[in-house]
Each structure stands twice: as structure tokens, then as C-alpha cells.
């Protein structure tokens, strides 16, 4: 069964926050299937983050390759995009789902070969309590707009002792909240949503206060990750 049909089949009934639609909208889906950008996350002053389209669309590279070197067991990706590091796993015969709140995310991770599912991370999931792995790659702290509760609820996905590879921003001050709107510069900027940036001296601070450990952080192709220990 496809991840698409398994996801269209558990169907939601709750209305989807302003971030998943915002993700759900044309501007990412249309870069999905070009496979590339312009895309920015844009903030209320001004500021655009470019997102980086053609990175996510592309074969896992370097630095991903070390990340999933260190994954254990079982992995859930939460919002694993076009799916390259599901993919990857799956093609080393790892047990891996992603997750996303984007259909043409969730469509592109399965024509590549990966299981994903259409969810949000704060839904109910298959596994909960009992994934090994848990992955926030190119961002994905970002989710949901607020670092503790992003941690508790992986913290319930995971298993006890389970493992958390998170990517942060390599600017070692930043610790960010604030509300985003996803824009191709040329369209209108879609809804805001709440969004976090962080660190990784500010996700660790996030994470010891949450009960995780931190096990380790490095750097890899001008990018920055933390491991952090479930307790
Ligand atoms: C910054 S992009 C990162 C893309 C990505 N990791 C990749 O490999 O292409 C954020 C991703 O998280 C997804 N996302 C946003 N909110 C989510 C949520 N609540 N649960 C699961 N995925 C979510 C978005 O649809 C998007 O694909």
C-alpha cells in the first residue's frame, strides 16, 4: 500500500493549522515538481530565508550520509520533503517512514521508493513510543513554531532511550520564534504561521531543560546537527 493511499485512507477530521496549508499551497508543491526554487520563508520584517529546493530534491549528499550513518533502529523523518533521506535509508533496507503535511512531498518520497505518510507529526502515528530514530533535518525545528513542545512530542514518538538527530542553524546566537509566510518572491506570500529557528546552543538549553541529554553536535558541508538522548 502506498503512503498516499494509506494516508488518504486514516483521512483527518480536525481542520489543518495555518502552517499546513501554508505547506499544502502551490508555491512548494510547484518547486517540488520543478525541483527547484526561488522559495523564502518570509518574515514580518521583510527578512527571506531561501529554502533550499534543489538540495532537498537532490540524492542524499555528504553531510546527510553521516547523519544517517548514526541512526539506530527504526526512523521516522518528520517532514521529510521530497523524501532523500528516506529514500536512502530504505534503500540500505533500513526500516524508515517519513512524514509530512504536504501531499506533493509525501507523492515525491514514494515515487522515489519511501514510505511516507500524509501527517502531521502531531497527529496520531503508527509507532508511537517506539521509534528509535527521530529526524529534523534542513529546518525542521522549525516545526510547529515552539521548541518544547516540538521535544515532547518527540519525545512521545520515540522509545525510551530513543535517539533525536536535529539540524540547527549554524549561527551559534540564534533562537528564534516568529511568524513566517512561505513566498516564490513573484506570487502573493501565503498565510502566516508561526516558525522557530534554532542554534544549537539554544536547542540544547531547550532540550537539557526538557530532560533530553545531548550526546553530540558537528558540522558537516557548512551545516550544523545535535544528537540528543531521550531519557
Ligand atoms: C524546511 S522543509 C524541510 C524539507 C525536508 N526535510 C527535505 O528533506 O526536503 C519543512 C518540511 O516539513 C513539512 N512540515 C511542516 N509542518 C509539518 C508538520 N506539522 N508535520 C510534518 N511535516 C511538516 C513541510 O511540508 C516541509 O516538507
Do not use: K
Not at 521516522?76 to 524508515?96: F, I, K, Q, T, Y
Request: glycine share 12%; aromatic share 6%.
Amino acid at each position: 500500500m502506498s503512503g498516499v493511499r494509506a494516508a488518504a485512507r486514516v483521512g483527518h477530521q480536525r481542520t489543518a493549522p495555518a502552517a499546513e496549508r501554508a505547506w499544502s499551497a502551490d508555491p512548494y508543491a510547484d518547486a517540488l515538481h520543478a525541483g527547484r526554487g526561488p522559495l523564502f520563508l518570509r518574515r514580518a520584517d521583510g527578512w527571506l530565508l531561501p529554502l533550499d529546493v534543489e538540495r532537498w530534491c537532490a540524492e542524499a549528499d555528504t553531510a546527510d550520509l553521516e547523519v544517517l550513518r548514526r541512526c539506530e533502529g527504526a526512523v521516522l523523518d518528520v517532514g521529510c520533503g521530497p523524501g532523500r533521506l528516506v529514500a536512502a535509508l530504505g534503500a540500505e533496507g533500513r526500516r524508515v517512514l517519513g512524514i509530512d503535511v504536504s501531499s506533493a512531498a509525501v507523492a515525491h518520497t514514494v515515487r522515489r521508493g519511501g514510505q511516507a505518510l500524509l501527517r502531521s507529526v502531531f497527529d496520531p502515528l503508527p509507532g508511537t513510543g517506539r521509534w528509535d530514530t527521530a529526524l529534523l533535518m534542513d529546518g525542521n525545528l522549525g516545526i510547529g513554531g515552539d521548541p518544547d513542545a516540538l521535544l515532547r512530542r518527540l519525545a512521545q514518538l520515540l522509545s525510551p532511550g530513543g535517539l533525536l538527530v536535529a539540524e540547527t542553524v549554524p549561527y551559534p546566537d540564534v533562537d528564534e520564534r516568529t511568524l513566517v509566510q512561505i513566498t516564490d518572491a513573484h506570487r502573493t506570500p501565503g498565510a502566516p504561521f508561526p516558525w522557530a529557528r534554532l542554534g544549537t546552543p539554544a536547542l540544547r538549553r531547550y532540550a537539557e531543560g526538557a530532560g533530553w541529554r545531548a550526546e553530540d553536535e558537528w558540522s558537516a558541508g557548512g551545516r550544523s546537527f545535535v544528537a540528543l538522548r531521550a531519557r
